[in-house]
């Protein structure tokens, strides 16, 4: 792993990319940003896929991989930029899948319900409830980790373990910033209660990106020769920090303003950034391009 604290700046991905055979790119942040998708980010992965390598999105979305590729055509992300994509949602629904007939109470807005498409769940209120089944708030332009306190404070006195199908605790909406599920789950394991979170960081996504690349390539997969890239340090950064994979560090995402210009990034900045997370990176870039 060539990760460090005090990690170059690169123009491209051109400079690095002969090094990997297999790219794992995380999609809010690097690819689009919830309202449009990046053109140079997409022309970059279309290269590297031209070249030879597999490219895989990973995203922390709590919605199944259809509907996450639907997502993508409405905001303009080309399908051939990837050769397939691994979602938060799906390890959910896998979560949920092996306990059949499961009472769900959930938290999140209506579009996400599609989560629960075939699988064998019931719907109940809080009090008949075998599980928080949290997607996200239920009104992320209006509401706060804050406005959940008294429901947490239900929930913990009943027991109830959260499942959170978005680790993520904000990400980028065009040029604002919202509350994800990982928010709720951190505020909610704060005060105590049980919290199930699936997604990047934990290392149960990143062994089903290696079982994928496996298959795309027909043979096993050395982590060495994967490099991911993101934005976000305690979900896409430290998991793949923790998985053994280096990382490109895309910083014109969730963390820009700490670098100073989000176009023209301080390095000393970038650098105490990484220090301050203990966190490193092969390399960094304002926005992915090849």
Known sequence: MSNSTHPSRIRGLSEIVADYRYILCDAWGVVHNGVTAYPAALDALKRCR???????IITNAPRPKQQVMEQFTRLGVDHDAFDAIITSGEAARDYLAARPGIR??????????????G??????????????????????????????????????????????????????????????????????AGIGGETIILGKP??????????RFAELTGGPVDAGAILAIGDAAETDL?????????????????????????????????????????????AYIPHLTF
């Open 119 to 188: 699988l064998d769940v019931s719907m109940a209120g809080e009090e008949g409830a075998e599980l928080i089944s949290c997607t996200g708030l239920f009104d992320d332009t209006t509401e706060t980790p804050d406005t959940y306190a008294d429901a947490f404070a239900r929930w913990k006195a009943q027991g109830l373990p959260l499942l959170c199908a978005n680790p993520d605790k904000v990400v980028e909406r065009g040029d604002k910033l919202v509350w994800c599920a990982g928010a709720l789950a951190e505020s909610y």
């Open 238 to 282: 430290r998991g793949a920090n923790d998985f053994g994979l280096d990382v490109l560090f895309v910083t014109a995402g969730i963390h820009a303003e700490a670098y100073g210009e989000r176009e023209n990034p301080d390095t000393d900045r970038v650098n105490a950034f990484l220090e301050g997370t203990g966190i490193g990176a092969r």
């Open 202 to 211: 934990h290392r149960p996504i990143y062994e089903t990106a290696m079982a």
């Open 50 to 56: 031209q070249a030879g390598r597999k490219v895989l």
């Open 104 to 117: 769900i109470h959930h938290v999140g807005e209506e579009r996400d319900l599609a989560i629960y498409d």
